[in-house]
């Protein structure tokens, strides 16, 4: 007999498209019990989960590396003139703008979130760069507070830096950024094999020879280091 198709389309099976973010149970009795009034004090404890409930701004980093750097930042100056103050879910978004304490205009940030970004028509242009920039590794996207250890790192050009916990591999580009510049290297390292394979697909498009990329325990990484008599 005829094989019958089913209309996807009109059928009762369809499934409507859901942001299962907006799902998320954002409450943990175990996590309470083991914060409240140990690590967090009682009387802070309020305003330290209302601020957990809030989602993270888009933030990204300009990879200095990039020999596109300083077209892309006069692209994102553009989109900062350009994009106008947003109204979205009862909050105002101001546009796309540098974060004042990353060097050089280097690291910059957008109120909406990565969730909330989609649905704004007026910053659509704006998401299709970041799409295409960090496909093409000129831009990082990366938390605010991922930024910051490598700045506390204080690396050096000459260094030789050992990433224990590399994957996804954020903060190793940074890192990486600044020892390539001198006679430094960079040794990421991930316990993990399948993390390994995007963080190489990401050191890749880097292009250095300043890093080697190991997958060991952390407990029994092999020691690099050698005595004197050695060499």
Not at 104 to 123: F, L, V
Not at 155 to 181: F, M, N, Y
Not at 194 to 199: A, E, Q, W, Y
Not at 208 to 226: E, K, V
């Amino acid at each position: 007999g005829k094989r019958r198709r089913r209309n996807r389309k009109n059928g009762p099976n369809k499934r409507a498209k859901t942001d299962q973010r907006d799902e998320t149970v954002k409450y943990n009795p175990l996590y309470e019990q083991y914060y409240k009034g140990t690590v967090v004090p009682q009387d802070e404890w309020d305003p330290f989960m209302e601020s957990w409930k809030h989602e993270l701004p888009s933030t990204f980093r300009l990879n200095d590396a990039s020999k596109f750097r300083q077209l892309l930042e006069n692209v994102l100056v553009h989109f900062h003139d350009t994009i106008p103050t947003v109204n979205f879910e009862d909050t105002d978004f101001p546009p796309p703008s540098p974060m004042s304490w990353y060097p050089e205009n280097g690291g910059w940030w957008y109120g909406p979130s990565r969730r909330q970004i989609r649905y704004i028509e007026q910053a659509k242009p704006f998401r299709d760069f970041l799409i295409m920039q960090t496909n093409q590794g000129h831009i990082s996207r990366q938390e605010a507070v991922s930024m910051l250890p490598p700045f506390f790192l204080e690396v050096d050009p000459d260094d030789r830096v050992l990433d224990i916990c590399a994957a996804p591999g954020s903060k190793t580009i940074q890192l990486l950024e600044v020892v390539q510049k001198g006679k430094g290297m960079v040794i990421a390292n991930d316990i993990d094999i399948n993390r390994c394979r995007p963080l190489c697909g990401r050191i890749k498009q880097m292009s250095s020879p300043s890093i080697a990329i190991t997958n060991y325990q952390a407990q029994t990484f092999p020691d690099l280091l050698c005595d004197a008599e050695d060499g």
